[in-house]
């Protein structure tokens, strides 16, 4: 894997730090749905030189070339259809594939700014990689375009406008009843006749008998009617809160809070060619089986032991499959207020490292370590002095207790340096950086790391050790504290 190029980081900016751990969480999310050909257009990005810096990456090897640098202009057009052909193939990968809401939500909002046109493109071999500059794609909006009418449409609406006009005077007149003036008859004369006039005799009123004038009746006063008062309302008795019985040293969201300096943790987790073999078998037919790979024994076996015999010693559950299932339910242990890295050990000559995840992206964090898959391009390998040194130099360690967890079932065997020298200068340098060891091997090749910074180290051969050792390693950092309620 090369490096195309080379970008300045801020690790101090919360947002370009979550857009990285976003486009990490969706290389991881569309690789396995992705041809090697189609996924190579999605440059990786690593963080180099102390977080001073983001490497992007690929496998495609060749001398990058910025595609504007292209001067045949065919060549270059080309390849950008090359780039939409590769787009057009992820958009189509992303419909067939079945995804939850939060990666239905991560698709969406990054399918955007991977066709962004702030992105830089580098043309390997004739091949598009995209480097994402994490930047929005701002288009300036275009000017309405006006359209010139000919002179001659105006004498053409005109004429028409004219003509309705005169179309509809000539129909009001001829059907209108009032455009027409009405011809009202004249009314007859009549002579009035004179008559004198008739008095008309009123007739006269009849006598009115002389009645008795009636008493007035007595006023019957009603007595008041006595008003009852109300019974007074019960008040009802107060509901007893259940009191919330929080567990033992657990931690206040107001010692969170106040904490303006917490703790880190990195956990260095070993995803070499190593940890696929099976926990069921004891640790005499492993190593009988890491002699077979390294030197080609059993050559007389037949085509069908050999796959047969391969089975059995890779079969589930492998040192792999319980390391991740033990190390994704321990994130869920540690407290909130602590943010967790990730340093993966696949390949030599060094170890990947991934920025801190904080409570809310604890998900993302998880997800990535159950899509580890060990490979063995480069020849494999454990560079497991690369991850320490890149952990530590992570850490503070001097001002805050920081800590470093390893998952690991050997020494490093990608390097020459030794190993508990480096572990010796870390504690001089970081006295409060504490590094515990969960030893799935048991051969103790890697003790001197804890016992120099004062960690300790357990050894789990068998799913059920995996989950006590595991959880024995998480509690003696006691960084396990629950939150109160």
Request: charged letters at 20%.
């Amino acid at each position: 894997m090369q490096r195309i190029t080379r970008i300045a980081f801020d690790s101090n900016n919360p947002d370009i730090i979550s857009q990285l751990e976003q486009y990490h969480s969706l290389l991881l999310l569309l690789k396995p749905h992705l041809t090697e050909r189609t996924f190579s257009i999605l440059a990786t990005p690593k963080l180099i030189d102390n977080q001073q810096y983001v490497g992007w990456y690929t496998d495609l090897e060749g001398q990058p070339l910025l595609l504007d640098n292209i001067v045949n202009q065919s060549q270059k057009g080309e390849i950008i259809q090359t780039l939409q052909t590769r787009l057009n193939d992820i958009e189509t990968a992303i419909n067939l594939m079945p995804l939850s809401n939060e990666e239905q939500n991560l698709v969406s909002m990054w399918l955007p700014k991977i066709k962004s046109s702030s992105n830089l493109i580098y043309v390997i071999n004739d091949e598009p990689v995209i480097v994402n500059t994490f930047q929005e794609d701002v288009q300036p909006e275009p000017a309405p375009i006006v359209a010139p009418t000919p002179f001659w449409r105006w004498w053409h609406f005109l004429l028409l406008a004219l003509f309705l006009v005169g179309l509809l005077g000539l129909l009001w007149y001829l059907f209108c009843p009032l455009a027409k003036p009405k011809i009202v008859p004249a009314e007859p004369v009549s002579t009035p006749v004179i008559s004198a006039p008739v008095e008309e005799k009123q007739p006269e009123p009849a006598p009115v008998p002389a009645t008795k004038p009636q008493e007035p009746e007595p006023t019957v006063v009603p007595e008041p009617i006595a008003k009852s008062e109300p019974a007074p309302t019960p008040t009802p008795a107060p509901v007893p809160v259940p009191k919330v019985k929080n567990p033992p040293n657990c931690i206040t969201k107001e010692e969170m809070k106040k904490d303006s300096n917490p703790s880190k943790m990195v956990m260095v987790f070993d995803n070499s060619l190593s940890m696929t073999v099976t926990l069921n078998e004891p640790p005499q037919e492993v190593e009988k089986y890491f002699q077979y790979m390294s030197y080609g024994y059993g050559r007389n076996m037949s085509e069908q032991d050999r796959i047969a015999y391969e089975k059995r010693m890779t079969r589930l559950p492998t040192r792999l499959s319980s390391s991740k299932n033990v190390a994704t339910s321990s994130i869920d242990k540690i407290q909130q207020n602590i943010d967790i890295s990730l340093v993966t050990l696949t390949s030599c000559p060094a170890a990947d490292v991934s920025p801190f995840y904080n409570y809310t992206n604890r998900g993302t964090l998880k997800r990535k370590i159950k899509r580890l898959t060990p490979t063995a391009a480069g020849g494999g390998g454990t560079p497991l002095y690369s991850g320490l040194q890149k952990a530590s130099q992570m850490l503070d360690g001097v001002k805050r207790d920081d800590y470093i967890l390893i998952i690991s079932d050997g020494e490093d065997n990608c390097s020459k340096n030794n190993i508990c020298t480096l572990a010796n200068y870390i504690a001089s340098q970081k006295p409060r950086l504490k590094i515990n060891i969960v030893d799935i091997a048991g051969e103790h090749k890697i003790d001197c790391i804890a016992n120099a910074t004062g960690g300790k180290v357990y050894i789990a051969q068998s799913p059920k050790d995996m989950i006590k050792q595991m959880n024995k390693a998480v509690s003696s950092l006691k960084i396990n504290r629950p939150t109160c309620q």
